[in-house]
Each structure stands twice: as C-alpha cells, then as structure tokens.
C-alpha cells in the first residue's frame, strides 16, 4: 500500500513541522481529532495543526469519563493511529504526566507526536472548565516541566505548560505560575479558562512565549473569532472536541431515527455517501498499481464497456474475499487455541466486570 507520509516529512521531525506552523500561522488554529479519519477529513479542509485530546481518548475510545482513568499506552494508540496517517504535526494532551512525564515524552517522541501539554492539576484531574480543581504547588509543576524536557531526544519537540490556576488562584497567580513554568523550560503555555479577551492580552505580554486559548464549547472561555484573539498576541487557538461533538449529537439522531421508524431513509441526507468516504480515503491510491495499470488498459485501448469494467473489478474483489476469508479462518482457530490467552482492551480491564456488562 502506498504509505500517507512524503519522503520529506521523514527528515523533518514532528516538533519542527509544528513550530514551522505556528511561524507560517498566527494564531494557529490547532484542531481536534479523536482518530485517523479525522485527521484526514481536518488535514483535507486545509489545517495545519492536529490536536488529540484526554478527554476524547477517555470519551469517544474508552467510553469513560475525562478523569484520571485512562493511562498513558491509551493515548499512545491513538497517536500512532493519527500519525501513521497524517504528517500534520500532532499536539496532544498529556494530562498531568502519568507521573513519569519524562517517559511520556519519549513515548510521544517515539510514535510521532509534536509536542505534548502537561498541567499543574493534582493526579486526580479534572476538566479545566469544571469547578473544584486542585492544583500542585508551582514547584511540583516545575519539576513536571523539567523531567519532561529530561525526555525529551528531538530539541524541537514541544513541551507546553497548561495552568488551571486563573479559576482559583485569580489572573495575577496565574500568570505568576505561568512564568516560573516558562523559566523552567516550557516552550508554550496554555491558559486554560480564561473568561476575558483582554486576559489573554496580559498572559501574552507577561510571559513573552507563545500562548494558547482553549475554545472549548460550553465552557468558561467564550468563543472568540480568530481575529480578536490576533489583536490580543494569542499564538494558538485550540478547538479540541468541537467536531467530535457534533459527530456525537448527529450520531445520535440517526440511532433515534432507526429504532423509532425502523429505517434511516429520513437521515440519508445526514450521512456522507460511500463516494465521499473514498474520495477522503484516496482509495484508488491504496489499491494494487499494478492492477492499477490493468484498469488503465481496459479503459484506454480494450473498448470494455463500465458494466465489463465492474465485472472484472467483482471477481479480484470475490478472489481477495476467499483468501481473506481462510485467513480469517486460520486465525480463528488460532484463537480458539490460544483461549485464554486472548488480552482484554486496554481501556475497558480497569473497569469493574459488572460495568463491562452493560448492553
């Protein structure tokens, strides 16, 4: 199968790809993906940054809540899936460090992330625009920072500190622990819950390196335009799970709409069709080139009509299907043999049996 990175992207590490993007775009809009298929649907609308979420992995790949349960190797799938699909550069969220954090980058490094945020809320974490947080003491946080950049193999690799602190600790404690996150070696900070555009104004003007907003809907923060916050200095703006949301609520509705009509005729129109599915997919770009060849003779010099064409393309897909089907075979009797050997997803063994059984 063709590969989905240029021989160039390989030379150029994902840190560098991601600060080249904040040099080329300010502020730069860093947007959500919770898996490989978002990745290509935002890379194809033309972002230059992609973002991976804690609460989008616990949410939408392990059905949980956003609340310390999931584990570092959780995230790492995603990531890998993500980028192994697109050379965007990929910022993602790291929590609190799992309390390793100089392991958690080289971990990142290691499955191609750009950069990863790390926040001063205690282990026990929460949503950054909930009430009742907990922070660290600065000096905790600063010796997250530093640990980090302790892991940190490629220089470019971005380590951004996220304080919590405007909601208890008011604007000025904020921006005091921003600064001490700064001289200890953060890249970027992110500013999470800030209610007023000119706060914004203030973290860029006292801290002196690239600041993020965090544009979470229904949260704390406002929905400022990109505009405003380029008037103020913000250097990133990050919509980390506006997309998932919306394929959330329209999932929904389709799954109403089969179990009370018993058809989804009246939801067609909120569905991508199968022809633009494989046009983001490239499809024809991940099939045999040979065969690919095949095709352009049929249609070129051999006068076979579509129906033919179609035809031909039924039996490679009914002969892939039979080898397909006894390797499939094989493998189920491996399974069988293995018994119980079989490993349990990583996101659902932390959970109680009885939850696991839920319908």
Same mark, same amino acid.
């Given at each position: 199968?063709?590969?989905?990175?240029?021989?160039?992207?390989?030379?150029?590490?994902?840190?560098?790809?991601? #600060?080249? &993007?904040?040099?080329?775009?300010?502020p730069l809009?860093?947007?959500?993906? @919770?898996?490989?298929?978002?990745?290509?649907?935002?890379?194809?609308?033309?972002?230059?940054?992609?973002?991976?979420?804690?609460?989008?992995v616990?949410?939408?790949? !392990?059905?949980?809540p956003?609340?310390?349960?999931?584990?570092?190797?959780?995230?790492? @799938?995603?990531?890998?899936?993500?980028?192994?699909?697109?050379?965007?550069?990929l910022?993602?969220?790291?929590?609190?460090?799992?309390?390793?954090?100089?392991?958690?980058?080289?971990?990142? $490094?290691?499955v191609?992330?750009?950069? $990863?945020?790390?926040?001063?809320?205690? &282990?026990?974490?929460? !949503?950054?625009?909930?009430?009742?947080k907990?922070?660290?003491?600065?000096?905790?946080?600063?010796?997250? $920072?530093?640990?980090?950049?302790?892991?940190?193999?490629d220089?470019?690799?971005?380590?951004?500190?996220r304080?919590?602190? &405007?909601?208890?600790?008011?604007?000025?404690?904020?921006?005091?622990?921003?600064?001490?996150?700064?001289?200890?070696?953060?890249?970027?900070?992110? *500013?999470?819950?800030?209610?007023?555009?000119?706060?914004?104004?203030?973290?860029?003007?006292?801290?002196?390196?690239?600041?993020?907003?965090?544009?979470?809907?229904?949260?704390?923060?406002?929905?400022?335009?990109?505009?405003? =916050?380029?008037?103020?200095?913000?250097? =990133?703006?990050?919509?980390?799970?506006?997309?998932?949301?919306?394929?959330? *609520?329209?999932?929904?509705?389709?799954?109403?709409? $089969?179990?009370?009509?018993?058809?989804?005729?009246?939801?067609? #129109?909120?569905?991508?069709?199968?022809?633009?599915?494989?046009?983001?997919?490239?499809?024809?770009?991940?099939?045999?080139?040979?065969?690919?060849?095949?095709?352009?003779?049929?249609? &070129?010099?051999?006068?076979r009509?579509?129906?033919?064409?179609?035809?031909?393309?039924?039996?490679?897909?009914?002969?892939?299907?039979?080898?397909?089907?006894?390797?499939?075979?094989? *493998?189920?009797?491996?399974?069988?043999?293995?018994?119980?050997?079989?490993?349990?997803?990583? !996101?659902?063994w932390?959970?109680?049996?009885?939850?696991?059984?839920?319908?």
């Amino acid at each position: 199968m063709p590969s989905k990175l240029s021989s160039s992207s390989k030379t150029v590490s994902a840190g560098a790809r991601l #600060r080249a &993007a904040l040099r080329a775009e300010r502020p730069l809009q860093v947007v959500g993906v @919770i898996n490989a298929y978002a990745a290509i649907l935002a890379a194809k609308t033309g972002f230059k940054a992609l973002y991976l979420s804690g609460a989008g992995v616990a949410n939408a790949s !392990c059905g949980l809540p956003d609340i310390g349960i999931t584990k570092l190797e959780d995230v790492l @799938i995603d990531v890998r899936r993500i980028t192994g699909i697109t050379q965007l550069p990929l910022l993602v969220d790291a929590d609190t460090g799992w309390e390793n954090p100089r392991n958690t980058v080289h971990e990142m $490094i290691r499955v191609g992330a750009a950069g $990863i945020h790390i926040e001063d809320q205690a &282990a026990a974490k929460r !949503c950054g625009h909930l009430p009742n947080k907990t922070l660290v003491r600065p000096d905790e946080m600063v010796s997250r $920072i530093k640990a980090a950049r302790a892991g940190r193999s490629d220089p470019e690799f971005v380590i951004m500190a996220r304080t919590d602190a &405007a909601a208890g600790e008011g604007l000025a404690g904020a921006i005091e622990r921003a600064r001490r996150y700064r001289e200890a070696g953060a890249d970027m900070i992110f *500013a999470e819950a800030l209610t007023e555009l000119e706060h914004y104004r203030d973290f860029v003007n006292a801290v002196e390196i690239p600041v993020l907003a965090n544009l979470t809907e229904f949260g704390r923060t406002p929905l400022f335009t990109v505009r405003e =916050l380029a008037a103020v200095g913000v250097d =990133l703006a990050l919509y980390p799970l506006s997309a998932f949301r919306a394929m959330s *609520a329209s999932a929904l509705q389709v799954y109403r709409a $089969i179990r009370r009509q018993g058809t989804q005729k009246r939801v067609l #129109r909120m569905m991508q069709t199968r022809a633009g599915l494989y046009k983001f997919l490239d499809y024809q770009a991940w099939t045999d080139p040979q065969e690919r060849q095949v095709q352009a003779r049929v249609l &070129a010099g051999a006068g076979r009509s579509a129906a033919a064409l179609r035809g031909k393309h039924f039996t490679i897909a009914q002969s892939g299907k039979r080898k397909a089907g006894s390797a499939e075979r094989e *493998a189920q009797s491996g399974k069988r043999k293995a018994g119980s050997g079989r490993r349990v997803a990583l !996101c659902a063994w932390r959970l109680p049996l009885r939850a696991r059984r839920q319908p």
